[in-house]
């Protein structure tokens, strides 16, 4: 993070290097970690050696793929948490690279959380969130073929992927007034729906969504969510502090969409992230949080955006590095808790 504060006087060969060679780290780290450093590893040990059938309809058809490929050539799990980060970290440094004016500071940001939550656990998601990125890049500039095949590659490797299709929905264009109204309500609203524990899992029917729907259900049903679901939201202050940018980046919209030209999509995304916690959260804790940690991942890019509400901007850049350290503190207490709850 300290690099973010001189990165504008990087000479771009320089800032290209250096950016690359924390990539590798990045990936090294993710590629060389114990199974039982991190949550969720050893279940994905469990299910890259117990890939035999080709015709899994549960697991995603490039994680089966993979799996085949490096058991046939002798190789163990790490090969994979190798071949899931060569991808996964590459994809989200290029995304950062394009979409940021100040690359070094988002890639703190990422680094803080979502890096830890994506790339050494969710590997899956980690490269279905990064493809999310490039179809959300696309779409703005109204490249809907290029944003409809990043979506489908990220299908691939996430079926929850799917739900990004939504992008298809929303635009660019500065907030109108009833946007304004709509992005505003929908947290209070969700929050009333969460804690009333209004649950639509009824109203949804039995064959919907084929075995991945099936399986929440039965998690629900045996009890079995805490197991697999992340920490309840108002307990987890990187989501406590993501409601609050979201707040923070709409009131100044109309600043930071003149400084950050995808402001005002990326806000419509959160807006659907906290929707999808929230107006879920009761019907399966496990989907809520899956969607919401997905479409959440362009909240790193709105809190390198406001560091334009500062003046000058190293103001700016000192709030988003101390706020991105306390919220890398937090995660990795997190994790740590969880690893040693579930050993």
Not at 234 to 259: E, G, Q, R
């Amino acid at each position: 993070m300290s690099f973010s504060f001189i990165e504008t006087r990087l000479k771009e060969r320089d800032k290209i290097i250096l950016y690359a060679l924390i990539g590798v780290g990045m990936i090294l780290i993710a590629g060389t970690r114990g199974i039982y450093d991190t949550p969720d590893s050893d279940n994905y040990e469990i299910l890259y050696y117990g890939t035999v059938s080709w015709d899994d309809d549960f697991r995603e058809p490039t994680f089966i793929i993979m799996s085949y490929f490096l058991k046939s050539l002798g190789l163990g799990i790490n090969a994979l948490f190798f071949a899931y980060a060569i991808m996964s970290i590459p994809l989200r440094l290029g995304i950062i690279w394009k979409m940021s004016k100040f690359p070094l500071i988002t890639l703190g940001v990422y680094f803080s959380h979502y890096y830890q939550l994506h790339d050494l656990m969710q590997i899956r998601c980690a490269v279905a969130s990064a493809l999310f990125l490039f179809a959300l890049y696309y779409r703005v500039e109204k490249k809907n073929l290029y944003t409809f095949l990043f979506l489908i590659l990220g299908v691939l490797f996430h079926y929850s992927a799917a739900f990004g299709f939504l992008l298809f929905f929303l635009d660019n264009d500065r907030l109108s007034k009833w946007q304004l109204a709509i992005l505003y309500s929908v947290i209070p609203i969700g929050l009333i729906v969460y804690f009333m524990g209004v649950d639509i899992f009824y109203l949804i029917p039995d064959n919907f969504g084929g075995d991945r729907l099936s399986t929440y259900r039965r998690l629900k049903e045996a009890g079995l969510e805490d197991e697999y679901a992340s920490w309840a939201f108002y307990v987890n202050p990187v989501v406590i502090t993501n409601i609050l940018l979201y707040f923070v980046v709409l009131y100044f919209h109309k600043i930071l969409t003149d400084k950050y030209k995808y402001t005002p999509i990326m806000l419509k995304i959160m807006c659907v992230a906290f929707a999808c916690m929230l107006m879920l959260g009761n019907f399966s804790a496990v989907l809520a949080s899956r969607l919401n940690e997905y479409f959440e991942i362009v909240a790193i890019f709105l809190w390198t955006a406001t560091i334009y509400l500062f003046y000058p901007i190293f103001w700016g850049k000192i709030t988003v590095n101390l706020i991105s350290t306390l919220r890398c503190v937090a995660c990795i207490l997190i994790y740590t808790i969880g690893t040693i709850n579930n050993h």
